[in-house]
């Protein structure tokens, strides 16, 4: 099982940044997939960014150019640079761990973008 402990979520203005870290701890295994996705009311969660054991980057059209994942396997961290913050980008954000085929979820954290 895995654990995912999220922080750093809060208000920002348009324009502003924001980092958030997530650390993920139990059987984490070497070979992963750590990243953050979003879900709006209503909608379906959807991938922000991701990254691999093997640094492989994905990340949503909409944030490509302003966001930037990161990642330290020796510590097990997952982190999301959130820059150029537009209000469209508000809503919850989730950790996620993906090991042997498996989803695992952060209990999310709230994100606003002010205007």
């Known amino acids: 099982q895995v654990q995912l402990v999220e922080s750093g979520g809060g208000l920002v203005q348009a324009g502003g940044s924001l980092r958030l870290p997530c650390a993920a701890s139990?059987?984490?295994?070497?070979?992963?997939?750590m990243g953050w996705y979003r879900q709006a009311p209503g909608k379906q969660r959807e991938l922000v960014a991701a990254?691999?054991?093997?640094?492989?980057?994905n990340y949503a059209d909409t944030v490509k150019g302003r966001f930037t994942i990161s990642r330290d396997s020796t510590k097990n961290t997952v982190s999301l640079q959130m820059n150029s913050g537009k209000t469209e980008n508000t809503t919850v954000y989730y950790c996620?761990?993906?090991?042997?085929?498996?989803?695992?979820w952060g209990q999310g954290t709230q994100v606003t973008v002010s205007s």
């Open positions: 996620n761990a993906r090991v042997l085929f498996r989803n695992n």
């Open positions: 139990g059987n984490i295994f070497s070979r992963n997939v």
């Open positions: 990254m691999s054991s093997g640094s492989n980057k």
